[in-house]
């Protein structure tokens, strides 16, 4: 009996570069809530940017793992948070200052407007093509503010090489952060040892549901690592592909 379905956004539910959920991705979110089962997200994003996505509704992402497994959400309550250390961000953004077209984003807790996200060091020429792929609002600023962070990540405009080179220096400088990369030349930045993965359990022990997750899906053009790991294969997100795999979900139930 599935008890509930944790989905992935950029690139699963909605493609990358496109800005909102389909009516029918709502709809069919709708009626898994509505068959018994619940439905959440695990991803990288936090509130404020899912309120966009999402078409400004905030019940399909009242229980799930967000901010990379940070914030533990169940029914709209915050059951678990996790913040990053300013200093250790700061020196990641001074070793970002060596490589060229490199820099480190920063998310604040609470900030106005709610969306905004503070590029350390970077240019506006710099930040525009992020912009454009992932739907941030970006401000460059020159240091760290002193203020609550939720997240992090680093964007490289040059080459895939360039930001390898910087990952190995940055695991040398700032041990207490691991580093995944979502998408080609950007990178998460994590609590050591935290991330969708291990907040799964957490959030699981939270809802009272016995860890045992027997359908692992990827999306057509997925990692191979995400592919060879999956139980089950569907069709691209362009196509709806989750949203018809959660209809066929309800209409099991």
């Known amino acids: 009996m599935i008890k509930l379905v944790l989905s992935d956004v950029d690139g699963t539910l909605i493609p990358l570069g496109q ?12 009626a898994v809530q509505d068959a018994g089962v619940r439905f959440g997200l695990a991803t990288g994003r936090d509130v404020p940017e899912l309120l966009g996505q999402f078409r400004g509704q905030a019940w399909p992402f009242d229980t799930g793992i ?3 497994g940070k914030k533990i959400m169940v029914d709209g309550e915050l059951a678990r948070l996790t913040l990053l250390s300013n200093e250790s961000l700061s020196r990641l953004a001074e070793l970002a200052r060596e490589y060229p077209q490199t ?4 998310y ?4 106005e407007p709610a969306d905004l996200v503070y590029c350390i060091g970077a240019t ?22 002193d203020t609550q962070i939720i997240g992090a990540t680093i964007a490289c405009n040059r080459d895939q090489q360039t930001l390898d080179d910087f990952l190995k220096r940055a695991r ?3 041990p ?18 935290l991330n969708k993965g291990t907040a799964l359990p957490m959030l ?3 809802l009272g549901i016995l860890l045992s997750v027997e359908h692992s899906v990827v999306v057509a053009g997925a990692t191979p690592a995400a592919s060879a790991a999956a139980r089950w294969h569907i069709g691209p997100a362009e196509d709806d592909s989750v949203a018809q795999a959660l209809e066929q979900i309800a209409k099991e139930k």
Do not use: H, M
């Open 19 to 30: 800005g909102t959920v389909t009516q029918r991705t709502l709809a069919a979110i709708k």
């Open 66 to 68: 967000l901010s990379n």
């Open 103 to 106: 820099f480190v984003n920063v």
């Open 108 to 111: 604040p807790l609470e900030v």
């Open 124 to 145: 506006e020429e710099e930040i525009a093509p992020w912009k454009g792929t992932f739907g941030f609002n970006g401000v460059a600023i020159p240091k760290v503010p």
């Open 172 to 174: 040398e400088v700032c």
């Open 176 to 193: 207490c952060f691991d580093y995944a990369q979502p998408a080609p030349q950007w990178c998460d930045v994590l609590p050591k040892g």
């Open 204 to 206: 699981l022990d939270a």
